[in-house]
């Protein structure tokens, strides 16, 4: 199969479109992060606050493992925004690591047209 300068062209243009649509994903995946870690983390010193404040005498672990229950919403959606950003990230590498393969045939395309 031969490869020509053209389809190296067209298929790095179209890999440029998916570096800048997997960098804007990871932007957001990102903010989402951002955003869920801070209302578990906010919701959890509350959480543990309250129930720190109570009559009832409780260990730390106690208090913790109560101040999740409280949060499993707010913990949930941090865990699955921890998971969003891995698989951003993943797909952002997985569209570099083709850009770079796209470059490397060009070269040798390149390469064979001066020969």
Avoid: C, W
């Avoid at 129930?51 to 260990?59: C, E, F, G, L, V």
């Avoid at 698989?87 to 952002?92: F, G, L, T, V």
């Amino acid at each position: 199969m031969t490869v020509t300068p053209e389809q190296v062209e067209s298929r790095l243009r179209e890999l440029s479109r998916e570096v800048d649509e997997a960098h804007s994903k990871l932007e957001n995946a990102d903010k989402q992060l951002v955003e869920a870690e801070y209302n578990f983390k906010m919701g959890m010193a509350e959480a543990r606050l309250r129930i720190s404040h109570s009559d009832q005498k409780m260990r730390v672990g106690e208090i913790e493992d109560r101040a999740i229950i409280i949060n499993k919403d707010a913990y949930n959606a941090y865990l699955s925004s921890q998971q969003i950003v891995r698989a951003a990230k993943s797909n952002s590498d997985r569209v570099d690591t083709q850009v770079q393969i796209a470059q490397s045939v060009g070269a040798s395309v390149r390469a064979s047209l001066h020969i």
